[in-house]
């Protein structure tokens, strides 16, 4: 079950939103829906406390009958971790998160990580951002991009073991990375598509489009 979440952050000029894919269930969290209505989307529900969106934009989707999901404000959740188990609950298997990252550091570490939340779910969630796209990974992944794309590896436990990589510029063959050592930043794709396995551990794919 292929899910979209849309939250708050940066979406730029909104171009990675473009090729929009088939999903089976549309989910905003909270000020989300600012972007699904400049989007065009007509989420399936929208759910949050409601304390950072416009109400005028509430009232919208009300009026197009999208369900509307109401959390009080003194949680223990974010808005986005709402929305993900939300998903999670519902059977989602892979989730594409919208936004997420943006000019609030606190809210952008703690939506990389709801990533390690859904890992050890099985759930696989990738996060889109104006020129960003990340993901953590315990096994192996294909990235898709051109040439140049800039590529950071960070370890996100411990020790992460077993690095291999094709298709990037500064070839691993069995690397390891240790927590507090991130050497993996900047490297970049030298074609359409590069693979990254691990053997051990949880690692952090971070791509920048420049």
């Not at 109401?70 to 986005?80: F, I, R, V």
């Not at 809210?107 to 969630?125: C, D, E, F, P, T």
């Amino acid at each position: 079950m292929n899910v979209l979440i849309l939250t708050n952050g940066d979406y730029g000029d909104y171009a990675f939103c473009h090729s929009l894919k088939t999903y089976d269930y549309i989910l905003c969290a909270d000020n989300g829906m600012k972007h699904a209505k400049v989007l065009g989307i007509c989420p399936d529900e929208i759910l949050g406390d409601f304390d950072s969106c416009s109400q005028e934009d509430l009232e919208f989707f009300r009026q197009k009958d999208v369900r509307v999901t109401q959390a009080p404000c003194e949680k223990d959740e974010t808005d986005t971790e709402l929305a993900l188990d939300t998903a999670i609950a519902m059977g989602a298997t892979y989730i594409d998160l919208w936004g997420g990252i943006g000019s609030r550091l606190d809210h952008s570490l703690a939506n990389i990580h709801l990533l390690y939340k859904a890992l050890m779910q099985g759930v696989q969630v990738t996060v889109y951002s104006h020129q960003h796209q990340l993901q953590l990974m315990q096994d192996d992944i294909w990235l898709h991009g051109r040439p140049g794309d800039l590529v950071s590896l960070i370890p996100f436990t411990p020790t992460v073991k077993g690095i291999t990589t094709m298709h990037l510029a500064y070839a691993l063959n069995k690397g390891e990375f240790q927590i507090g050592k991130p050497y993996g930043v900047s490297n970049y794709m030298t074609n359409e598509w590069a693979h990254i396995q691990i053997e051990e551990g949880v690692l952090l794919v971070m791509q920048v489009a420049e």
